[in-house]
T-cell receptor, first 115, second 114 residues
Framework: GNSVTQMEGPVTLSEEAFLTINCTYT??????LFWYVQYPGEGLQLLLK?????DKGSNKGFEATYRKETTSFHLEKGSVQVSDSAVYFC??????????????FGKGTLLTVNP | NAGVTQTPKFQVLKTGQSMTLQCAQD?????MSWYRQDPGMGLRLIHY???????DQGEVPNGYNVSRSTTEDFPLRLLSAAPSQTSVYFC?????????????FGPGTRLLVL
């Protein structure tokens, strides 16, 4: 079945540091890949997505590139801010019948950015 | 658009009680789903629906019922609450089921079962 593995946190950085959160996946066929962000006490918001190999998703200074050869979708940001402190979830979605309309999530990575 | 709304935001139940978690969306989305979020486990799919009158089970359906009488609403029912159902519950929706379509999440319902 499908699965998503992302680096375990927590990750603590200073403001303006470079961020990488690793995400790899296992799936048959061609899934779409997503990064969601969850701020404290809130629901999940889509951060970015990529729907085919070599696509780059980007939003709010965050980027991730869909690498089919390495089955990866690593999240990066060049200079984090305190306001980026949140839990980040990598996820995939794939249609192959049955319950595979769902999103398959990684376990989440808690990011804390200190001033 | 209000997007995906959920009520209540927080609920405390005693073991054996029943309750319904409400979910509504105003985006005319066909696909709706319920997830539970537990520490260290990410989000797991409970039930989903691909349209009014059509529902199916996800990964962890035991102890939960759903129905979809309208496109807008997708309530989740706990028939006899158990402490293992203490969790944060999220409703999500998307226009369809294609992989590239974004699922939009509600703000969540935090449930504590004593």
């Amino acid at each position: 079945g499908n699965s998503v593995t992302q680096m375990e946190g927590p990750v603590t950085l200073s403001e303006e540091a470079f961020l990488t959160i690793n995400c790899t996946y296992t799936a048959t066929g061609y899934p779409s890949l997503f990064w969601y962000v969850q701020y404290p006490g809130e629901g999940l918001q889509l951060l970015l997505k990529a729907t085919k190999a070599d696509d780059k998703g980007s939003n709010k200074g965050f980027e991730a590139t869909y690498r089919k050869e390495t089955t990866s979708f690593h999240l990066e940001k060049g200079s984090v801010q305190v306001s980026d402190s949140a839990v980040y979830f990598c996820a995939l979605r794939q249609n192959s019948g049955g319950s595979n309309y769902k999103l398959t999530f990684g376990k989440g990575t808690l990011l804390t950015v200190n001033p | 658009n209000a997007g995906v709304t959920q009520t209540p935001k927080f609920q405390v139940l005693k073991t054996g009680q029943s309750m319904t978690l409400q979910c509504a969306q105003d985006m005319n989305h066909e696909y709706m789903s319920w997830y539970r979020q537990d520490p260290g486990m990410g989000l797991r799919l409970i039930h989903y629906s691909v349209g009014a009158g059509i529902t199916d089970q996800g990964e962890v359906p035991n102890g939960y019922n759903v129905s979809r009488s309208t496109t807008e609403d997708f309530p989740l029912r706990l028939l006899s609450a158990a402490p293992s159902q203490t969790s944060v519950y999220f409703c999500a929706s998307s226009y369809g089921t294609r992989p590239q379509e974004t699922q939009y999440f509600g703000p969540g319902t935090r449930l504590l079962v004593l």
